[in-house]
């Protein structure tokens, strides 16, 4: 198993997914990407998408703050599916299609 989470600093979503990870006990490969959306190079070729949290979980892959909290609850979590879960996120883990606008030269995460 390897659970990779590409995140920055100071996003608030961020924090929220890494301090799940770390109750969990998850262990996780840390990629901080660069603030600003336009050079988050390694975020897109996973995600197909510029935003963070991203989770990559072996070949399942998350972009959205809530499915990835749900995940990891129904994957490491007491009483959760546990290697299933991977099943049962998979139709989630479709990337929403995003591209570059001239407003993305600015720090960005997806705040919902």
């Not at 883990?93 to 407003?103: N, W």
């Amino acid at each position: 198993m390897a659970v990779t989470f590409y995140h920055t600093h100071w996003c608030p979503e961020c924090a929220v997914v890494r301090e799940k990870l770390e109750e969990l006990n998850v262990s996780f490969e840390d990629v901080v990407v660069p603030d600003t959306r336009m050079f988050r190079k390694q975020v897109f070729e996973v995600s197909g998408q510029y935003y963070v949290p991203v989770l990559k979980d072996d070949a399942l892959v998350l972009s959205e703050t809530r499915d990835i909290l749900t995940y990891l609850d129904d994957r490491y979590g007491e009483g959760g599916s546990g290697p299933d879960a991977v099943k049962k996120f998979a139709a989630q883990a479709q990337p929403k299609p995003d591209t570059l606008g001239e407003d993305d030269a600015h720090p960005s995460c997806r705040l919902t």
